[in-house]
Structure formats: C-alpha cells, structure tokens
C-alpha cells in the first residue's frame, strides 16, 4: 500500500511541478499579453486559442486509450500488444491530423463573418493556422507520449512540458514587448509546442530501447479495442473540451471581443484550478489500469474516494482563500480597476468547479477501470445543457452569465451521474461515509475562511503583497483540511463532548 501511494504520490507531484511552472508563466506574462497586444486583439488571441482547442474533437479519446491500454500491456509485459497498440494508433492520428488541417483552412473561410474582427481579419487567420498545424502535426507523436504515460514516467514528460513552456513563453513576451503581433506569438507557440511533444516522443524510443512501430503490428482486433474504449471516452473528451474552450468562444460571438477578453481572464484563473485538480488525477489512469491487470485492484477504492475528497478540498480552499482576499489581487495584477465582473465570474466558476474537482477525480478512476458507459451518456445532456445555458445566459448577464452556465452543469448535470456510479461501484455506505466526512470538513474550512475575513487587509496596489496573502490563506486553510483528515471523527466527538475512551 505504502508503495502504491508513493508512486501515485511521486507523479502528482512532477503533475504539480509543471503545472506550477505554467501557473508562474502565466501570472507574468498574461498581463504583458493583455496590455501589450491591446484588449481587441488580445481577445483574437484567446478565440485562436480556443477555437483550436476544439481540434480535440477529432482524437476520439484514442490517446486515453492508449494510456490505459499499454499499461494494461506493460503490467503483464506483452510486448506485442504495446506495439499493435503504438502502430495502430499512429495510423489512427496520422489520418486525424490531415483531416483536422482540412478542416482548419475551410473554418479560415468563414471566421470573418463569424466575428467582427475588422482589420484583423488576415492576423486572425494565420495565427490560427499555425495553431491549427502545430495540433495536426503533433497527432502522431500522441501514440508514443500516450505510451510514455501508460509506463506511469510522469516525470519526464513534465519535466519537458516545463523547459519547453518556459522557453516558449519567454520569446513570446519578449516579441510582445517589442511590438510583435498574433502570428509571430502562433509560430512560436508552435515550434516550441512541437519541439516538446517530439522530444518526449524520443525518451519514449530511449527509454525502451525498442522500435515498436511497423507494418507487421497493424492489427484490426487491436483498434478495434482501442477504439471500444476511445468512442466511449469520446463525448467525455468532448464535453470536457467544450467546457474548456467553448466559454471566449460564445462570449465573443454574443457579447463581442472586449467582454471575450474579460472572460478569458476569468476563466484562466478557473483553468488554473481545475488543471491543479486534472493534472494529479490524471496519473490515476494508468495506475487503476495496471493494477486492474494484475487483478489487485483492492486497493483502487480507497485512493480514489481520498483522492477525491482531497481535490473538493484543494479546490475549496483556493476559492475561500480569494474570497478572503476580495478583488485587490486582480486590480494589482491586471493593472485596472474596474475588476468586478471579472472576480464575480471567477468565484461563480470555482463555486460549480468545487464539484466539477471531485467528478475529475471519480472519471479518471472509471476511465482506468474502463467503466466509462454511464458517464459518456452523461457527457451527452452536459453538452447539450451548457451549450442552450451559455447562450442564453450570456446574452442576458454578460460574462457572469457565462460563468453561472458552467457552474450549473456542474452542480446539477454532472454532480449526480458521477455519486450513482460512485454508489455501483464503491457501495452506499462507504459513498455515503465519504461524502459525510466531506461536508463536515467542508465546514470547517468555511468557518476558518470567515475568522480570515475579519481580519483587515492592506490596501496595496503590489501584485506580490496579494498573492502572499492569497498563498498564506491557502496553506492555512488546506492545513486545516489535511489535518481533519488525519482526525477520526469518532475521537473528535469525544474530544468536543469530553468523554473517554
């Protein structure tokens, strides 16, 4: 058990270091970003972004099923299923990624009258081929880094996520500073986003020593498994995608592309939590998968439902950390002071989001266990939910609009699909036991959040001053969770009523 855990623990971690890295890259340069290109053109900068996003469509959850497949592979050393699974995905990504640069050129000719992009029109759709190429060209070496995570090396791979991000970001602020438009930033974005999915495609060669790869491996029995898994996980893949681009999208198309850059900014401070919860999650795929294989799976129950209470709780104590710390942090950050409608949108967010951290971690579990039915049917009203929601709402409230469509699918779409699979597979009582614990947890950190928010705060105008604050009552509040959950509530009910033993 000890030994699962620290594996489990080890890759969270390397989870933890690269998504802090991007979080520092982030917090430096979209300020830069945001006042460097000017707010018009920076909302064409996150539509680019976003609209590429929705090229994840096409890989029709293959990747995950790569993961799970070759460490279901690698647990009992088949080395001819690792490599049908390596060569009969890259012919599968090789044909998505020509049809997803087809695609690409017919949208360039339709965006201008989608959006009023006025005279950035020609910026617009460059910058948004490159993006487009860059996802297209690094399909292939999706089957190789899926391997890679299927023999659980998170390490390397985020150890490359995190040199090949920092050196990205920095030639991208510095072109910025200089006066450099959006298709300067796309090409960059793309050489360095190449640069980084190859090289962690070549430690996947070094490290096996073995070319996995050829023509005696095409197998249709093969794909056809990868593919049962794949277009289960497929509307997940989608929804989620959705969700996580769909927002700048819908509130440019309605609200125009100033308020698209307000929500873009709210919204990636939501991305930044949600990936902290998603990037720990994540290494639960190839561990549920692999121990499944060895048909020791005793011990899968147990991580899962603490995992989850942990990512509710992470996710907690950001939003009441913030809470405390009110809009100062965003006006020091942004250097503005007309924040409001962006700190509404983040905290309605994070409200839905604390929900959508305990799902995450319940969906990589099945996803490993290759349980994924009930949850892909799931997928399929979430869509349908968001997509009338964001519309409507955003048309009559703006970005706070947005934000409560998202939150809604969270709380009433997703939230109880994911507690009935939970019940089929954990059982009511310890489902329910989990859940207990968690809400009076829940409680406490609340009522530590509000003794926080009596205390007076300096009215300073340096970003750092606030994110210290914000740090310091995050460690505190997460501290107070940890520790309840190292306390039995059966000793802490003698210890409030003063009996013994």
Not at 144 to 169: H, K, N, P, W
Not at 253 to 260: E, I, Q, R, S
Not at 309 to 333: D, K, N, Q
């Amino acid at each position: 058990m000890s030994m699962i855990a620290g594996r489990v623990r080890r890759n969270v971690l390397w989870n933890w270091a690269a998504l802090g890295t991007s979080m520092v890259i982030a917090f430096i340069s979209t300020p830069i970003l945001f006042n460097g290109l000017g707010e018009e053109m920076y909302g064409a900068w996150t539509l680019v972004m976003s609209i590429a996003g929705y090229v994840a469509f096409f890989d029709l959850g293959m990747r995950t099923s790569v993961v799970r497949g070759y460490a279901e592979a690698n647990a009992v050393n088949d080395e001819m299923r690792q490599a049908r699974i390596i060569t009969n995905s890259l012919v599968h990504f090789i044909c998505v990624g020509i049809l997803i640069f087809a695609c690409a050129l017919i949208f360039t000719r339709f965006s201008a009258s989608l959006y009023d992009l006025k005279n950035y029109a020609f910026e617009f759709n460059a910058a948004f081929l490159l993006i487009a190429f860059k996802v297209a060209a690094s399909l292939p070496f999706n089957s190789l880094t899926g391997a890679l995570l299927g023999m659980e090396r998170y390490d390397i791979s985020c150890l490359v996520q995190i040199v090949f991000g920092a050196l990205g970001a920095f030639v991208m602020v510095m072109l910025v500073l200089h006066g450099y438009g959006i298709i300067p930033l796309a090409a960059i974005s793309t050489v360095f986003g190449l640069g980084g999915i190859i090289t962690m495609a070549a430690c996947f060669v070094w490290i096996t020593r073995k070319w996995q790869i050829g023509l005696k491996y095409l197998d249709w029995e093969t794909y056809k498994d990868l593919a049962k898994i794949g277009s289960a996980f497929v509307m997940i893949s989608i929804s989620h995608t959705v969700l996580s681009v769909a927002g700048p999208f819908i509130v440019g198309a309605v609200a125009g592309l100033d308020k698209a850059a307000s929500f873009a900014i709210a919204f990636s401070l939501f991305k930044y939590v949600e990936s902290s919860i998603q990037s720990g999650a994540r290494v639960l795929v190839p561990f549920v998968a692999r121990e499944a294989a060895n048909t020791s799976s005793g011990d899968t129950t147990d991580i899962a439902l603490r995992a989850a209470e942990m990512a509710f709780g992470v996710t907690l104590s950001i939003l009441v950390a913030f809470c405390v710390a009110g809009e100062g942090f965003l006006v020091a950050w942004l250097n503005k002071t007309s924040v409001l409608e962006i700190y509404q949108a983040f905290i309605v967010m994070t409200i839905g989001g604390l929900f959508n951290s305990y799902t995450k971690v319940v969906m990589n579990v099945f996803v490993g266990l290759g349980k994924v039915r009930a949850i892909s049917v799931e997928s399929v009203l979430e869509l349908i939910v968001f997509l009338a929601g964001m519309y409507i709402l955003t048309e009559r409230y703006g970005i706070l609009g947005a934000a409560l469509a998202m939150a809604l699918v969270f709380i009433v779409v997703r939230l109880p699909v994911y507690l009935y699979v939970m019940v089929r597979q954990f059982s009511l009582p310890r489902t329910m036991k989990s859940l207990l614990l968690l809400a009076l947890k829940s409680l406490l950190i609340c009522a530590a959040g509000y003794l926080l928010s009596n205390i007076p705060l300096p009215e300073s105008k340096n970003v750092f001053v606030w994110l210290g604050i914000c740090g310091v009552c995050f460690a505190f509040l997460l501290g107070i969770f940890c520790l309840a959950s190292f306390v039995r509530v059966r000793s802490l009910v003698r210890l409030c009523t003063g009996r013994r033993g």
